[in-house]
DNA sequence: AAAAGTGTACTATGGATATAATACACTTAG
DNA sequence: CTAAGTGTATTATATCCATAGTACACTTTT
């Protein structure tokens, strides 16, 4: 069953991409896998305190880009691919950290400074 | 005068707020400096391709926050004291960093692969 | 003084996001 | 088999984001 304990909403990104970025994260870090089991609708939408509509949302378009399978009247499924987790662990990390270093240069730091406020940080919420 | 043509605006972010997080990034990088001339609403509203309104509002959140000063009929000045500047380049980068950090960590990566990719792209990115 | 530029305010419209409340067909568990 | 659970669809409402157009008072430039 694909956890969504951990998920932390954060306002200011719309729930149902947070709940997509959630999914392909799982994947691309091997925590979630081909065929396993997603929570229903109504299920994660009284988890998380949001609408079943913007779950459904979430869902519809993971399946439409080819993460999950869903049949009426069943749980829904994981659909991952070797190569499809191929690509999403080679994409994933490097656009997020080319967004980053793209902030942090124009906040004026140095790549010293960077690698060393992020080696502190990882090393700190490791801890919690 | 305040520069936004290096502004590159992307979707999935409210302009409004690209635009406020562009000119804090100025001013924590020390490139925008207090007294500094803004453009007026409807020149940057031509620049960027954006509504005017859209423009006022971030101008209008800026000076709520007290990061700029406006006179009706005349130019629109930055407003930044070195407290309020000191208090920005600390937790503009930790902020920014933490994000990273925690995103990085739900995509299974080390610590040593994260500084890896991240020194990679900052020197990739220099060369543009 | 006149013209151009500037900040500010207002109404109206459309799209995206999210909620709310139903409804129905299908699958699974009892 | 029956009931509960599940996926799916629909309509309605509210809010936010962005655009469009207009208007007016003030400042700066000419």
Known sequence: ???????????????????????????????????????????????????????????????????????TGAKSLISATAKQVETLRKNLPDYQARAFVRSMKALGATCADTVALVETLWKEEESE
């Open 1 to 71: 069953m694909v956890e969504f304990a951990t998920l932390r909403l954060e306002d200011g990104v719309p729930i149902y991409l947070q709940i997509i970025r959630h999914v392909k994260a799982g994947i691309a870090a091997g925590t979630v896998v081909d065929g396993e089991e997603l929570p229903s609708r109504r299920a994660l939408s009284a988890l998380l305190g949001v609408n079943p509509n913007t779950i459904q949302k979430a869902f519809r378009l993971l399946e439409e880009e080819g993460w999950l399978q869903s049949h």
